[in-house]
């Protein structure tokens, strides 16, 4: 109205998502007794990504690794199932266990994360 003008800023980034980014690492159900499920969101939707979970006793001991290259199409993953049982196929003990979640691209940008886990039997 009245020609009248005005000039406004809009600042904005691109990113490329170079980093990896991993958030609300969980497991569910969590405690459980026979088989679980990993889930997690990140920044990565529609690339390349190297997951890798390893599970460990307590005491430090590494029981188990699962591993799976997907391309997911949002940015939560999951599930990615678990049957509490060791790398030759023998159930677990009841107990506290602890999993790392450790997620990858395709130039070698690295994220992670150690959560807890029960297992009930």
């Known amino acids: 109205m009245n020609n009248n003008s005005t000039e406004k800023t809009i600042e ?5 998502f170079k980093d ?3 958030d609300h690492v969980l497991n569910y159900p969590n405690p459980f007794t026979t088989n ?7 920044n990565q939707a529609e ?3 190297s997951i890798e979970i390893k599970i ?3 005491n430090g001991r590494l ?3 699962i591993k799976q290259d997907v391309i997911p199409t949002g940015f939560r993953y999951g ?3 678990w049957d509490g049982k060791d790398e030759f196929g023998q159930p677990l003990g009841r107990g506290v266990y602890m999993y790392k979640l450790q997620v990858s691209n395709s130039i070698g940008a ?4 150690m959560e807890k886990l029960v297992l009930l039997k």
């Open 12 to 16: 904005f980034v691109v990113n490329d």
């Open 20 to 22: 990896v980014t991993i």
């Open 36 to 42: 679980t499920g990993f889930y997690f969101e990140h």
């Open 47 to 49: 690339k390349d990504l």
């Open 56 to 58: 460990f006793s307590m």
């Open 63 to 65: 029981v188990r690794v």
């Open 79 to 81: 599930p990615i199932p």
């Open 110 to 113: 690295t994220a992670s994360k």
